[in-house]
């Protein structure tokens, strides 16, 4: 529970620096980026994230966590996930969400 609040309290001492991240040079835009997963990776080696950030100021940008499609990780992001703190320009998702347009595409493939 120790590395979930750490990084939790990182996030939110940092969560402005991250939702702004794409109005940075590409430069700051790898450091912010590098920092945030080097803190995500201090929880868990084998997790991943998404950003999606918002177009405007006022909408919420989304935090999407990720085992990476390794099982052996699925309770470690929805312990994470579930542990978020309450920020009203964010929100947390666990695991990235296949689109339609994925599915669509993996039906029209040949079978081997």
């Given at each position: ?13 940092n969560n402005q620096t991250i939702k702004n991240c794409s ?10 980026l590098f920092w945030l997963d080097k803190n995500l990776k ?60 994925i599915e669509e595409l993996m039906n029209n493939l040949e079978?081997?």
């Amino acid at each position: 529970m120790k590395k979930i609040n750490t990084f939790w309290n990182w996030f939110q001492d940092n969560n402005q620096t991250i939702k702004n991240c794409s109005n940075e040079t590409p430069e700051n835009q790898k450091k912010i980026l590098f920092w945030l997963d080097k803190n995500l990776k201090y929880y868990g080696k084998e997790i991943g994230f998404m950003l999606v950030l918002p177009k405007k100021p006022s909408e919420k940008a989304e935090f999407i966590i990720t085992a990476i499609g390794n099982p052996d990780n699925f309770r470690k992001v929805i312990d994470l996930v579930d542990s978020a703190p309450k920020l009203r320009t964010w929100k947390f998702s666990a695991f990235i969400k296949p689109s339609e347009e994925i599915e669509e595409l993996m039906n029209n493939l040949e079978e081997p």
